[in-house]
């Protein structure tokens, strides 16, 4: 079972369990329905609450599936959501660590929402070159306001819990829960379980007093920041869908530009990437447990393009590098084109000047070989036949 059902007195707590992040894959989205079905069921259950096994409620869909039928296989998560706003007992998300993507969108699907501090809540799909699929351009400009919840959307970055709990006339977060969040959830359901009519935030009214010209604004400024990539002006048209449609033909024209999206070479470049990166990190016959050697001091060899390039990685995350070069000359110009490069961004203000000469400070230069006797990993970057 990758979804556990326990009763807690007159409270039903599902608990995800799919590791690691409790991904909303099918088999796990099936036994979540199995769960609200059995409480449904149970006379004795008043309420029923959601929640994630481990170091997170949920990172959301389980992307292996994407484009596979097992994605769209019954119930899918808009389904799901769907029996969750249906229940007639009340559906608590008790909200911890990680929230994000489907995660985030069945939470919304939830009648109440409680959160631990400290929980990192996003949409990141525009990360993979898509939206949000599941009604999340539809539900979360309902709970935080159009222009919070688009910058969230657009950005896919995350946002602590206490941060949006924090904001004036949100309706994302019932309560925060300081001590233990199992504990407080349940006597949370427990508080509601006889509050009628249920909350949806399918009802609440989503509008913007200046719509067109917030709309309009916001496409010329993510236009010209995403020129080559579809997915953050398609989450700009979903939003302001929001504010014009009712939210069933919100949610449909939503899940039209997500299998869009799908299609597009830049989302499938993306996801490429995404699975790239993480299998990096998986070499083969290589136990999990095998111990790192520790790196506490580079060397490059090499002051070109990708040496100067390769060693401003190390100095960014303060680890001291030695560069080795045949000639003078050649070192002296892949300092200055360091230095061009930081000097850059601290005029555009992503780097204060105190950080770029602590960066620059762990440099330093060589044109001996033997002095990098001492360096942990040597990096060669140079021109070869």
Do not use: W
Request: charged share 20%.
């Amino acid at each position: 079972m990758t979804a556990k059902y326990e009763a807690h007195g007159t409270v039903a707590v599902i608990t995800l369990q799919n590791p690691p992040v409790n991904g909303l894959g099918f088999a796990t989205r099936r036994d979540i329905a199995h769960g609200i079905e059995q409480a449904q069921a149970d006379p004795a259950i008043t309420a029923i609450v959601i929640t994630g096994a481990g170091k997170a409620f949920s990172g959301g869909a389980d992307i292996k599936e994407f484009g596979s039928p097992m994605a769209i296989a019954e119930p899918n998560l808009g389904t799901l959501i769907g029996i969750c706003e249906a229940a007639t007992k009340p559906i608590v998300a008790a909200i911890h660590t990680v929230c994000m993507g489907g995660g985030l969108e069945l939470a919304m699907g939830c009648h109440y929402r409680v959160t631990a501090p400290g929980t990192s809540v996003a949409l990141p799909e525009v990360k993979l070159g898509l939206l949000p699929g599941a009604g999340g351009t539809q539900r979360l400009p309902r709970v935080l306001g159009v222009e919070t919840a688009l910058n969230i959307i657009v950005s896919g970055d995350p946002v602590k819990s206490e941060l949006l709990a924090s904001l004036p006339g949100q309706k994302l977060f019932d309560r925060v829960i300081t001590g233990d969040l199992m504990e407080g959830a349940i006597a949370f359901a427990h508080e509601i379980s006889a509050a009628r009519p249920l909350p949806l935030v399918r009802n609440l009214k989503c509008t913007h007093p200046n719509a067109d010209a917030y709309f309009q604004f916001t496409r010329n400024t993510v236009g010209a920041m995403s020129k080559n990539f579809p997915a953050p002006l398609r989450c700009i048209d979903a939003v302001a869908a929001a504010t014009k449609q009712t939210i069933d033909a919100g949610l449909a024209f939503e899940r039209k530009l997500f299998i869009e999206l799908m299609q597009t070479p830049e989302s499938k470049a993306l996801r490429h990437a995404f699975f790239a990166e993480r299998a990096t990190s998986k070499i083969p016959d290589v136990p999990e447990d095998t111990a790192v050697r520790p790196v506490n001091k580079v060397a490059v060899i090499g002051a070109g393009t990708m040496g100067g390039g390769i060693t401003m990685n190390f100095l960014n995350a303060g680890i001291p590098v030695v560069m080795l070069e045949t000639k003078q000359e050649a070192l002296d110009r892949g300092i200055a084109t360091m230095r061009k490069n930081y000097e850059a961004q601290v005029a555009k203000g992503k780097l204060a000047q105190a950080k770029y000469e602590e960066r620059m400070a762990l440099l330093s230069t060589t044109l001996n070989y033997s002095d990098l006797g001492n360096s942990d990993l040597v990096i060669e970057a140079v021109f070869e036949e």
